[in-house]
């Protein structure tokens, strides 16, 4: 079993900047694709972006490219998204994910318990 710990949430104003955590307990972090995903109140769950194992890959949904970058640090079991010029759309609570597999944008095994980012305007 996976444990995802995501950390980094918060409030901050339209235009501003966070940037989220996800740490595991995995020992072998680097053999799993990971991504984020969020969920407004009242919406299904989105996917955000994913990363490959060595973090040579990414891919974005079209509603954050140019705004967010995922990356990774194999060596402290860490992956990140940082997230700039924030706008209130993209309030949500953002999960951390992630699968021994290739997957990108659907199909994860393992999940986090989500960190709340509220952006005011």
């Known amino acids: 079993q996976v444990q995802l710990v995501e950390s980094g949430g918060g409030l901050v104003q339209a235009g501003g900047s966070l940037r989220l955590s996800c740490t595991t307990s995995?020992?072998?972090?680097?053999?799993?694709?990971m991504a984020w995903f969020r969920q407004a109140p009242g919406n299904g769950r989105e996917f955000v972006a994913s990363i490959n194992r060595s973090g040579g890959s990414t891919y974005y949904a079209g509603s954050v490219k140019g705004r967010f970058t995922i990356s990774r640090d194999n060596a402290k079991n860490t992956m990140y998204l940082q997230m700039n010029n924030l706008k209130p759309e993209d309030t949500a609570v953002y999960y951390c994910?992630?699968?021994?597999?290739?997957?990108?944008?659907?199909?994860?095994?393992?999940w986090g318990q989500g960190t709340q980012v509220t952006v005011s305007s």
């Open positions: 995995a020992r072998t972090f680097s053999r799993y694709t």
């Open positions: 994910a992630a699968d021994p597999k290739d997957v990108w944008d659907s199909d994860y095994a393992y």
